[in-house]
């Protein structure tokens, strides 16, 4: 499809029958089908339901976590309405955000569940494809449930058409399923490191329970109890589960295949295996003992080790626990309760409603174009598997400019066709409208195991880096659809490869980008008093 024909959506007062659109959607692959359209349930790589029932379907179709189509067109928020923990991680120094939902960033500023409120309103009102409210930090929302409660009410009583979200380290849940469910709240995540204690004992240094502190392996042994019967008691009620786990490279990067299999077969849906976040300026535990974060092909290795009948996530952004938007992007500085409090709020739901169903026209029309490329591979043979950075801005399509990029989707592409495998973070090259050489170094270090870019545009300066670097830069797919558009080139690639015209060569490793926003001491001081620190 070309750029003439993608939708803008937006158009307020379309005509488009939402249920319609929806049972369009659902008769198309989904969550659970990989791009391959194998009945294997892979997030990773989704385009509609097929293997799932419609009332699964139901909850993940526009929820940008639960699912990566659903991630380009779909945006979520957080409230920081949560800020006291009751656990210690050591890859937390509790003056940064929640490392469990998010990257150690600070949150502006924390909310009361009135002022929440009143934002989910605004947002709502702002950005009609915000389908879901989070509560995630920025400490634990369990260890604060009566703020966390008290949001979900007020949000369900004025919003009802926003699906709630709750992300919490588990050591509280069994007490509050009952609770969790008679809210509404159709999604929980669990941060599930470890299900072996002895390797807990290396994460968790203490665990608080009934106003007592357990240190050690007894702290873990309470946590991995209580996160796994959590688990077991939401899965039977029917609220659909993520589990997050981070991997830490020499403490647990190999048992989380135990971890997996525990949690897969306590009925998670997903599990989303992310990446440590850690330097020293950090001042976490991990931090300052030098403990690395994984390479983005140690990260990419033990996702694909759990792809078998698991959905795995890899389109996780790490976000702050104040977050709004498209997953990568943020938009929480347009959303200060300075701003909300001024905002003229106008919750529009049957806006809203014509909005997403010209969205979903989008999207059908995105998997259609998908499918009928991939039917192309059919009779293709070749085992190339190559990586290829994309530069985009949402909606599925390659809109963004190689210098205004501050992330790139990566996809692998395979006579089975285009499937997203992660994403990375990188400085944005053009600075004001000059390129930053050094920008440039750091954006080829992130996509160094990439064999291509796509892109809206780029200028002759990086390209010709790029192409020193041996990494294609390809621009001829603007505003056209991701998928579709990597895998007509890659045809083009194993074509050139059996002509002799190229050479076929592996790629490197890359690096994934770590980003933190390092917290004013004023901040610190409110932090401590929120977490007992
Ligand atoms: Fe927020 Fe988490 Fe709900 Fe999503 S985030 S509470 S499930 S609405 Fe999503 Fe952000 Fe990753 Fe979390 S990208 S950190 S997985
Ligand atoms: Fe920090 Fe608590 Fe979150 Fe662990 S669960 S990362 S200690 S806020």
Sequence with gaps: MDSSAHLEPGAKGSDVDLEAVMQQVAEHKGCGTTSEGTAKPSCGSSDGPQDMPPEIWDKVKNHPCYSEEAHH??????????????IQCNYCNRKYDCANESRPGVVSEKLTPE?????????????????????????????????????????SQTAPDIKLCLSTNGLALPEHVDTIASYNVDHVTITINMVDPEI???????????????????????????????LEMLTERGILCKVNSVMIPGVNDKHLVEVNKAVKSRGAFLHNIMPLISA????????????????????????????????????????????VGLLGEDRSEEFTTDKIMAMEVNYDLEGRKAYQA???????????????????????????????????????????????????????LSTKGAKFVGHRRV??????????????????????????????KIGG????????????????????????????????YLEKVKSGEIVHEARGDA?????????????????????GV
């Excluded at 067109?73 to 009751?86: I, L, Q, W």
């Excluded at 389908?131 to 966390?148: C, E, R, S």
């Excluded at 190339?384 to 996809?411: C, P, R, S």
């Excluded at 880096?465 to 890659?490: M, N």
């Design 73 to 86: 067109h779909y945006a979520r928020m957080h409230v920081a309405v949560a800020p006291a923990c009751n």
């Design 115 to 155: 002022q929440a409120a009143k934002k989910v309103l605004a947002v709502a009102s702002t950005i009609p494809q915000m389908t879901v409210l989070g509560i995630a930090g920025p400490g634990d929302p369990l260890a604060n449930p009566a703020k966390t409660f008290k949001t979900f009410e007020l949000i």
């Design 200 to 230: 807990g004992a290396k994460i968790y240094p203490w665990v608080f329970y009934k106003h007592k502190r357990y240190t050690g392996v007894e702290a873990a042994q309470i946590l991995t109890d209580h996160q796994l019967r959590g």
């Design 280 to 323: 020293p300026e950090h001042g976490t535990v991990f931090g300052l003992n030098g403990q690395r974060g994984p390479t983005a092909q140690e990260l990419k290795a033990l996702q694909d080790s759990c792809e078998g009948e698991m959905n795995m996530m890899r389109h996780c952004r790490q976000c702050r626990a104040d977050a």
């Design 358 to 412: 010209v969205v979903e026209q989008e999207r059908v029309a995105k998997v259609e174009a998908k499918k009928e490329e991939v039917a192309t591979l059919a009779n293709v043979e070749s085992d190339i598997k190559i990586l290829a950075a994309v530069a985009t801005k949402g909606q599925g399509v390659i809109n963004e400019h190689f210098g205004h990029a501050k992330e790139f989707q990566i996809y692998e």
């Design 427 to 456: 400085d944005l090259y053009c600075q004001g409208g000059f390129g930053d050489e050094d920008s440039l170094e750091t954006v080829i270090r992130a996509i160094n195991d990439c064999h291509a870019v796509f892109v809206a």
């Design 461 to 492: 300066c990086p390209k010709s880096d790029l192409q020193k670097a041996g990494i294609d830069p390809v621009d001829e797919y603007a505003h056209e659809f991701i998928e579709k558009s990597a895998i007509t080139w890659f045809k083009a």
């Design 511 to 531: 690096e994934i980008r770590q980003g933190a926003l390092i917290e004013t001491s004023e901040e610190w001081d409110e932090r401590k008093v929120c977490n």
